[in-house]
């Protein structure tokens, strides 16, 4: 029996990806420590893990990759050469970007990695740091190096997006700056035109080298806050869901601001409030708002603030407008509002649409229901995301599958993927309005 580690060394993967695949079925280890949870595996297994990397290298998903390992040669020679016909169609764009990569470096001073590679990092992690710096850290992304990886990792306390790289080559020292996320952005065409590109620390920040070219970025000295202890601080999975990316990304495009997650044996079914409807109303009494609180160095719980609930009497008809609750009237914002009102229901079996035949307070109008393939196991669940907060998650996710795992509708969920690095994304869920919080 060999370790996770030795295994990650003979394959070519990180212990991270060996994980990933152990738990969507891939790659099972072949004993699992009940005590200390260490994963081992038999040396036969080393060759199954490098056929899993070099089809995930071609970009094959994880259902096809399980066809192709299953046994059935014909089969796997089918599913492979329409893979590559599907490749060979990006082929003026690959030669395109060929054309511009140049010769790869010597070792240098530092830790080499991809260059492309670096600037997706980039992109994907960076969609995870604040927009204002009012804490300063939070809006940069921490640069880790060490011997074995290169680690860029970002959060503003309500999304957490971390992305290993394998290096080059040895990395050499162990270091860590946090560098603004704005002023790495830019690098990314920089990036993309070269090969490959050398990062070390320097006095005032980081150096990336390529040749005889140097971008050098500023530090920030405010510490970053320990995203290993929100890690290793989640709390057990209780459901796991594998779902397609780019199904559930094109259905968050047209998404409302907040959608409902229901999770269960029969796959995933996502419904979105159309909200914003105003009720001309009398209100009395204080109003009633659930608010966040966080400090700089936590996740933030980000229960929604949607609902205000001062005693009302509704009159007239309704009209569309903004979301708010103060001495003119009432102002319906609640998210996700299936099943509280007698709705007429049109449509395709997959995809709903519900309307309230009289409307009254708490409409808020038209809710689709759509549902989505997805491989779940453990206990059903349902909970709720702010769009543009899950949205950013999947679209910079890795790869065509992705792995959602939870623990409960009020705690963190973490999104995963796989490639030859690996990307971790923690998103947290907002709280899912009930019948009886928009009546009393």
């Keep these: 029996m060999i370790t996770?580690?030795?295994?990650?060394?003979?394959?070519?993967?990180?212990?991270?990806?060996?994980?990933?695949?152990?738990?969507?079925?891939?790659?099972?280890?072949a004993e699992v420590d009940a005590v200390t949870g260490y994963r081992y595996y038999t040396r036969s297994q080393?060759?199954?893990a490098v056929l899993i990397r070099r089809l995930r290298g071609i970009e094959l998903s994880l259902e096809a990759i399980t066809e192709v390992l299953s046994g059935d040669p014909s089969r796997a020679e089918r599913l492979l050469d329409a893979h590559v016909a599907e490749l060979a169609r990006r082929a003026d764009a690959a030669a395109r970007v060929a054309a511009q990569v140049k010769r790869a470096l010597g070792a240098g001073h530092g830790i080499a990695v991809p260059a492309a590679d670096l600037a997706r990092a980039i992109g994907q992690v960076g969609t995870a740091a604040a927009i204002d710096d009012t804490v300063p850290a939070l809006a940069g992304i921490l640069v880790e190096a060490d011997s074995t990886a290169l680690t860029l990792t970002a959060t503003d306390r309500y999304r957490l997006s971390t992305r290993t790289l394998a290096p080059l080559r040895d990395g050499g020292e162990e270091w860590s700056v946090v560098v603004e996320a704005a002023t790495l952005a830019p690098l990314r065409p920089w990036l993309d035109s070269i090969?490959?590109?050398?990062?070390?620390?320097?006095?005032?920040?980081?150096?990336?080298?390529?040749?005889?070219?140097?971008?050098?970025c500023t530090g920030i000295e405010q510490p970053f806050p320990d995203y290993r202890a929100v890690l290793?601080?989640?709390?057990?999975?209780r459901t796991r869901m594998?779902?397609?990316?780019?199904?559930?990304?094109?259905?968050?495009?047209?998404?409302?601001?907040?959608?409902?997650?229901?999770?269960?044996?029969?796959?995933?079914?996502?419904?979105?409030?159309?909200?914003?409807?105003?009720?001309p109303a009398v209100a009395t009494g204080a109003p009633d708002a659930t608010t966040c609180a966080t400090d700089s160095f936590s996740l933030a719980n980000s229960r929604a603030i949607t609902e205000a609930r001062p005693p009302v009497v509704a009159t007239g008809a309704a009209d569309a407008t903004t979301c708010a609750t103060d001495g003119s009237?009432?102002?319906?914002?609640?998210?996700?509002?299936?099943?509280?009102?007698?709705?007429?229901?049109?449509?395709?079996?997959?995809?709903?649409?519900?309307?309230?035949?009289?409307?009254?307070?708490?409409?808020?109008?038209?809710?689709?229901?759509?549902?989505?393939?997805?491989?779940?196991t453990g206990a059903p669940m349902k909970l709720a995301f702010r769009s543009e907060v899950l949205r950013s998650a999947v679209a910079s996710a890795l790869g065509p599958d992705l792995m959602f795992d939870l623990a409960a509708a009020d705690q963190p969920v973490v999104v995963r993927s796989a490639t030859d690095g690996d990307l971790t994304?923690?998103?947290?869920?907002?709280?899912?309005?009930?019948?009886?919080?928009?009546?009393?």
Excluded: K, W
């Design 242 to 279: 594998l779902v397609a990316r780019t199904a559930l990304l094109d259905l968050l495009e047209t998404a409302a601001d907040t959608v409902v997650c229901t999770i269960d044996a029969s796959g995933l079914a996502v419904s979105s409030a159309v909200i914003g409807t105003r009720l």
């Design 4 to 29: 996770i580690g030795a295994l990650a060394r003979a394959s070519g993967l990180t212990a991270s990806a060996l994980r990933f695949y152990g738990d969507c079925g891939l790659l099972v280890p």
């Design 232 to 237: 290793d601080g989640l709390s057990p999975v």
């Design 425 to 440: 994304t923690l998103v947290m869920p907002t709280f899912v309005p009930s019948t009886e919080d928009h009546t009393r």
């Design 329 to 376: 009237g009432l102002v319906v914002s609640a998210a996700a509002m299936e099943n509280q009102l007698p709705a007429v229901v049109t449509g395709a079996a997959d995809t709903v649409a519900c309307a309230s035949d009289e409307p009254g307070p708490g409409v808020a109008g038209a809710v689709t229901v759509t549902r989505l393939p997805a491989v779940v």
């Design 195 to 216: 090969e490959e590109v050398v990062l070390a620390p320097s006095d005032s920040g980081i150096a990336f080298a390529s040749g005889e070219i140097e971008h050098r």
């Design 46 to 48: 080393c060759e199954r």
